[in-house]
C-alpha cells in the first residue's frame, strides 16, 4: 500500500471513528424512534377504544353524524382524519386542546358514534423527537444534519471496508474463539454493512424531509389563496373525492381553521387532491412524484406491512453500532490502562511458626 493511500486509510479510519462516538446516540434516538413510527398504525389500533357495532359495516367511512357527535365531545376544533387501510371502521380524529398539545378522538363511522378518547400523547412526543428533535423547525434542520452526517458516516465505513480488499465468502465469519475485542469487531462489520443499504436510505430521504423546500421547485409549489369561508359539512368533501378517484382509499384528510383548502390524501403513492373550502370543487390533483416516493421509502411502506416490521427491526441498528462501536474503541484503551497500571506486591507466603505458652 502506497503511503498516499494508507493516509487517505487512516484519516478515513478517524472520520468513520469520531463521527460515530460523538454524534452515535443521535443516530440511535433517531434510528429507535424510527422503528416505534413504523408500527403507529398497529400501535394506534391496540390503543384505540373497541368497535361497538355488532354488524360489519360494509361500504366506505361515512361521517354524517360526525359533527353531532364531536360538538358534545369538545369544543375545540378538528384539524386532521386518519383512515385506516382496511376495514376497520374507527377513524382518528385530531385537534389541540386549550394546553396547545394534541388529543385524539376515535369514531366509528359504522354506528355514527364517538368510541371515545385514545392516549397517543407518548407517540406525539415520540414522533415530534423523530422529526423535530422536540424544537420545531429549527429541531427539523437538525435532523436533516443529522442525517448527511449519517450518511457521511455510513458510506466511510462502506470505504474503510472496501480498502481491505474482503472477500464476500467471509463477511459473516468470526474467528475461532473469538475475544471481546475480535467478537465486537466482526459484529460490528457484519450488521453494519448488511444494515448499509437501509441506513444510505434512511439518511438519504431523511435529509430532503428535513429540508423539502431546498429541494422543490418554485413552479411545484403553486400559492393558493386562504379561503375563509366556513367548513361544509365532512361527508361531502369525502364524496367528491371518491369520485374523482374511485379506486382509491382515502387515507388522511386535512384543513386548517384559519382558512385555505382541504387536502385529501390516498392510500396510494402519489394520490392527493386540493379541495375548495367553500363548495368542494378541484383545485389541483396529485403530488410531485418523486416527493411522494421519497416519503414512501422513509416511512417503509413500499411492501405493506412487512417492509414496516423490516424497518421497524433495522431501525435498531444504528444503536448496536454505537455501542459495539464505542466498544471496539474503548477496550483496547482500557487494556492499554491496565497495562500500565502498577502491579501491586503480593504478600509474602513465607510461613512464621506460631509459639504458644507451655501448659
Not at 468513520?16 to 429507535?32: C, D, E, M, N, P
Not at 354488524?55 to 365531545?73: I, M, W
Not at 421547485?217 to 374511485?246: I, V, W
Request: with cysteine; charged share 20%.
Amino acid at each position: 500500500m502506497s503511503p498516499a493511500a494508507r493516509r487517505f486509510r487512516v484519516w478515513n479510519s478517524l472520520t468513520h471513528t469520531w463521527l460515530g462516538l460523538i454524534f452515535g446516540i443521535v443516530f440511535a434516538v433517531l434510528g429507535a424512534t424510527g422503528a416505534l413510527i413504523s408500527l403507529q398504525p398497529e400501535i394506534e389500533s391496540a390503543l384505540f377504544p373497541p368497535v361497538r357495532s355488532q354488524v360489519v359495516c360494509l361500504g366506505e367511512p361515512s361521517l354524517l353524524n360526525l359533527e353531532t357527535e364531536l360538538a358534545a365531545a369538545t369544543s375545540q376544533p378538528v384539524d386532521r382524519l386518519y383512515f385506516p387501510n382496511s376495514t376497520d371502521p374507527r377513524v382518528h380524529l385530531r385537534f389541540k386542546d386549550g394546553e396547545n398539545q394534541y388529543q385524539h378522538l376515535v369514531y366509528d363511522s359504522c354506528s355514527g358514534k364517538l368510541l371515545g378518547a385514545a392516549n397517543l400523547s407518548w407517540l406525539d412526543w415520540t414522533i415530534d423527537l423523530h422529526h423535530n428533535f422536540l424544537a420545531a423547525k429549527t429541531g427539523r434542520k437538525v435532523v436533516g444534519v443529522a442525517g448527511a452526517i449519517l450518511l457521511l458516516n455510513a458510506l466511510a465505513g462502506l470505504i474503510l471496508w472496501l480498502l481491505t480488499k474482503p472477500q464476500i465468502r467471509h463477511l459473516w465469519s468470526l474467528p475461532p474463539r473469538p475475544g471481546a475485542k475480535a467478537w465486537n469487531y466482526y459484529t460490528h462489520r457484519a450488521v453494519g454493512l448488511a444494515a448499509m443499504a437501509f441506513l444510505l436510505l434512511e439518511a438519504g430521504t431523511g435529509i430532503f424531509l428535513a429540508f423539502p423546500i431546498q429541494f422543490e421547485t418554485a413552479a411545484a409549489r403553486p400559492k393558493m389563496k386562504r379561503d375563509k369561508s366556513q367548513l361544509l359539512p365532512l361527508d361531502k368533501y369525502l364524496n367528491e373525492a371518491r369520485k374523482l378517484r374511485p379506486a382509491s382509499r382515502i387515507r388522511e384528510v386535512r384543513w386548517s381553521a384559519a382558512g385555505g383548502p382541504v387536502s385529501i390524501k390516498f392510500w396510494a403513492r402519489d394520490a392527493q387532491l386540493s379541495l375548495n373550502r367553500a363548495d368542494a370543487t378541484l383545485l389541483s390533483s396529485g403530488r410531485q412524484p418523486f416527493q411522494s416516493t421519497i416519503a414512501w421509502l422513509h416511512y417503509g411502506e413500499w411492501g405493506a406491512a412487512a417492509s414496516r416490521y423490516l424497518a421497524a427491526l433495522l431501525g435498531l441498528t444504528p444503536a448496536f453500532l454505537f455501542v459495539s462501536g464505542f466498544l471496539i474503541w474503548w477496550l483496547p484503551k482500557l487494556a492499554a490502562r491496565r497495562r500500565k497500571s502498577p502491579v501491586p506486591e503480593k504478600p509474602s507466603q513465607d510461613f512464621e511458626p506460631r509459639s504458644y505458652p507451655a501448659i
